[in-house]
């Protein structure tokens, strides 16, 4: 599929390794996250904070709650594709800048200065082809996605939420219950996805970040 890129949050990173980053909740260990949500728990699309985004992840199961716990993945292609055609061409040419944590309710811890600096804000199209394909994705996203460029912050903040209702209309959901020690890939470029926060249970998975192979980049935001 790709190489292997690590996660932002180092401190997560697997003993073994930065290929594979740890994501536990209510575990009672060290690598259990503290934050008031679960991580993921909000919609995203992985990397998108990133100059180069990523392709894809593949998340596996260790440890489950006795219910809940799903994971939530929505079709950014399909959503794209339905929208009225004076959206498709309002969208044609915008850019977005995304940033980690902007909107993540909860669900991500602070970054380290180190981390921050690491991690600046970046730009890419709203709208991008597919690169296997060339089908038309919509490339924005709740958690990371703060500020379409070329518009009014008002504006943006009313197009970004009129995008984010639409593609979140439940034709477009699909929701995946988990078995243990099962390994599931979500492709980011045409999709976003969010943990349910819905378990009070130990839940831990471990997940791989396939990094950008097509060579298209964002830029860093001035």
Not at 51 to 65: E, G, R
Not at 74 to 95: C, E, H, I, Q
Not at 99 to 126: K, S
């Amino acid at each position: 599929f790709g190489p292997l890129v690590p996660h932002i949050l180092n401190q997560y990173h697997h003993p073994d390794g930065f290929e594979v980053s740890i994501i536990a909740k209510n575990m009672g260990t060290a690598e259990s996250r503290t934050t008031p949500k679960p991580a993921g728990a909000f919609w995203h699309s992985d990397l998108s904070y990133e100059v180069n985004p990523s392709d894809a992840i593949f998340l596996y199961s260790t440890h489950l709650p006795s219910t809940g716990g799903d994971t939530m993945v929505a079709n950014m292609r399909a959503a794209y594709a339905t929208l009225p055609d004076k959206t498709k061409a309002r969208l044609d040419g915008l850019t977005c800048t995304h940033r980690w944590g902007w909107n993540t309710l909860g669900a991500t811890p602070t970054l380290t200065p180190e981390q921050q600096a690491a991690h600046p804000d970046v730009i890419h199209p709203v709208v991008r082809p597919h690169p296997k394909t060339g089908v038309p994705i919509l490339y924005v996203n709740p958690g990371y996605s703060m500020r379409i460029n070329e518009l009014e912050q008002a504006e943006s903040d009313d197009l970004l939420a009129e995008l984010f209702e639409h593609s979140l209309k439940p034709e477009f959901q699909y929701r995946h219950k988990w078995t243990l020690n099962s390994l599931v890939g979500i492709d980011n470029r045409s999709s976003m996805h969010c943990a349910v926060d819905d378990y009070t249970e130990p839940r831990r998975m471990l997940r791989m970040i396939v990094g950008c192979t097509d060579g298209r980049k964002g830029q860093v935001a001035a």
